[in-house]
């Protein structure tokens, strides 16, 4: 066999040929960018969020490379939603096998400052909108009979602390907590479930901050001294969302520049 052969074989579980990719939150940030990797690894790719016109742009833009992608409307924090989101997609793609939860937003305040709506607005939609929509994908997996793979995204703040993110932290630590049991719930049905945490990237939308005096602070406190690029989370991601982690369910896999192990 040669060189070549022997790595295609090494390759082949990593791709995602024949699968159909739901992502929430795709239309920036991580969610654009997990939706071009899975495309770029072979899968159908639906594209959600709760406004469709940048995820257009996106589905054109994989269209051209050669991708096949749909965009959904989807608001994570409402049931009814996300059910007419997966029908659309259903009725696209057909079944939906991979699911990628990453849906969130952040309100940075301290918690004497934080209103009701302040909280039940992040916890909404990073916790309870994981659980709604893992709800749905676990249940037409099982319907259809079909082997999955959901990946919840949480955080390492999930682990570590960081100022004015009190229902941030508190919402991403529930999510590896509930993705543990979910995935304990799911293995009978060949579904596996797994979180991935990711530090600081760099990102369109930090990556002015990060070159100003208080960014630079964090970074210096970043074991490896710098941040995460996009393209490092390739890895990780696609071998929880394909065959390649076949045996990986109720995992928490960090990707941070070891950020949690740094010095107190």
């Known amino acids: 066999m040669s060189q070549e052969n022997m790595m ?16 929430t939150g795709a239309s920036s940030g991580f969610g654009l960018h997990f939706a071009h990797v899975l495309a770029q690894a072979g899968a159908k790719v639906v594209l959600a969020a709760r406004r469709t016109e940048k995820l257009l742009a996106a589905c054109d833009d ?23 989101a997966f029908d659309e997609a259903e009725a696209y793609f057909g079944p939906i096998n991979v699911v990628i939860n ?9 918690l004497l400052d934080l209103s009701d709506d302040d909280w039940d607005n992040v916890i909404d939609t990073n916790l309870n909108g994981v659980a709604y929509v893992t709800r749905e994908a676990g249940a037409r997996m099982v319907k259809a009979g079909i082997q999955g793979s959901i990946v919840n ?10 100022k004015c993110l009190t229902s941030y932290s508190a919402a991403k630590a529930a999510v590896v907590q509930f993705t ?3 995935a304990l719930e799911f293995a009978r049905h060949n579904i596996r479930v797994n979180a ?9 939308l930090n990556s002015e901050w990060f070159k100003t005096e208080d960014g630079q602070a964090l970074i210096k406190r970043v074991p490896t001294r710098r941040i995460g ?18 045996l990986m369910t109720g995992s928490a896999v960090t990707v941070d520049g070891g950020h949690v192990l740094s010095e107190l």
């Open 8 to 23: 295609n074989n090494v390759l082949k579980p990593f791709s995602l040929e024949g699968k159909v990719a739901l992502v």
């Open 229 to 246: 690029e996009l393209h490092e989370l390739n890895g990780p991601l696609l071998l929880l969302a394909s065959d390649a982690g076949s």
């Open 102 to 110: 990453n849906a969130g937003i952040t309100i940075p305040k301290l």
């Open 180 to 182: 543990k049991a979910a």
């Open 153 to 162: 995204i949480s955080s390492i703040t999930a682990e570590r602390l960081q």
């Open 62 to 84: 994989i269209i051209t490379n050669g991708g096949q992608a749909h965009a959904v409307t989807m608001d994570v924090t409402d049931s009814g939603s996300i059910r007419a």
């Open 196 to 204: 991935l945490c990711p530090g600081y990237f760099n990102t369109p």
